[in-house]
């Protein structure tokens, strides 16, 4: 009869194998082997081509720690003027600390289609914050929720007061 406390004609204790299966399984899932283009941040949302065109934070919704970032593809003044209510956007959660993050589950970033009210949350993926200044946050991200919810590039946000 096999010892269950073991793994299986190993002789490791069953939950020092377990741990180390664990380990090497979240390697692979980091988010960090994302590469990010050069080009503007663009993808998909809701399986239609979006590219970044007007970024601004929402400093009702920002924290001490984090930007939240409205991003969309239509153009208007940050700060002062509106997206349509049927714009699509991406909500992202920028931290304010120059550095290259992986996305999980605390860090997440957010599809919005505006035709459905549908919001997609990625929890994989890389986020880069290359400059911080008082007046705009500037990086890169790779990540996606799904094949239809994917962006990849650079952008820079406009902070509101």
């Known amino acids: 009869m096999q010892n269950s406390k073991t793994a299986r004609g190993a002789g490791i204790p069953a939950g020092i194998w ?83 993050y992986n996305l999980s589950i605390n860090l997440n970033e957010t599809f919005y289609i505006a035709s459905t009210s549908d919001n997609f949350v990625a929890t994989s993926g890389e986020l880069v914050i290359s400059e911080v200044t008082a007046t705009t946050i500037s990086g890169g991200a790779n990540f996606a929720y799904n094949a239809d919810n994917s962006v990849d590039g650079q952008f820079q946000a406009t902070i509101c007061p």
């Open 18 to 100: 377990y741990l180390a299966l664990a380990i090497v399984a979240g390697c692979g899932s980091s988010g960090g082997s994302a590469t990010i283009s050069s080009q503007p941040l663009s993808g998909k949302i809701g399986g239609q081509p979006w590219t970044l065109a007007t970024a601004a934070s929402n400093s009702t919704l920002s924290t001490a720690d984090q930007f939240w970032v409205d991003a969309y593809s239509e153009t208007f003044t940050p700060c002062s003027g509106s997206a349509s209510l049927s714009a699509d956007e991406i909500i992202l959660t920028l931290p304010k600390t120059v550095g290259s």
